[in-house]
């Protein structure tokens, strides 16, 4: 009886709970630029969501990686930026770095597979653009 009703619980939690928090953050930094060049090779998943949100027609990645979530204190080097987060996706904090100085602070609520766009760094003949994913 006490394990029918403690798997019965468990039931109702992960009912109420319909999306699973993910367990991996994909971080990638990408050019952003209306001079034809680059790839957009791994950007698949993103690359609309870029497109119908920035006034750019060209996107290439320039460096990507990953991280656990929850993120305790993770860092991740991306093409001369130090992103640290920390925190589960529902409050993570997200502090980018170049040369030692931080340029973005940032706290976020990432449901799984909603992209977060950040940044606006200047490059040359465009921009860079960090997009976060929980997955």
Do not use: W
């Not at 979530?69 to 993570?92: F, H, I, M, N």
């Amino acid at each position: 009886m006490k394990t029918q009703l403690t798997a019965a619980m468990l039931f109702l939690l992960l009912a109420a709970h319909p999306a699973i928090a993910g367990n991996r953050l994909s971080i990638r930094l990408v050019k952003a630029s209306n001079t034809e060049g680059g790839s957009a090779a791994g950007l698949s998943d993103v690359i609309k969501t870029l497109a119908d949100s920035l006034p750019y027609k060209h996107f290439s990645l320039v460096a990507s990686g990953t991280m656990p979530l929850p993120a305790r204190g993770s860092v991740q080097q991306l093409g001369g930026y130090t992103v640290e987060c920390d925190g589960a996706q529902s409050k993570l904090s997200i502090k980018v770095k170049r040369r030692g100085k931080t340029v973005l602070r940032k706290s976020a609520n990432l449901p799984d597979g909603t992209h977060l766009i950040v940044g606006g760094f200047p490059a040359a003949d465009g921009k860079l653009i960090l997009v976060f994913v929980a997955k």
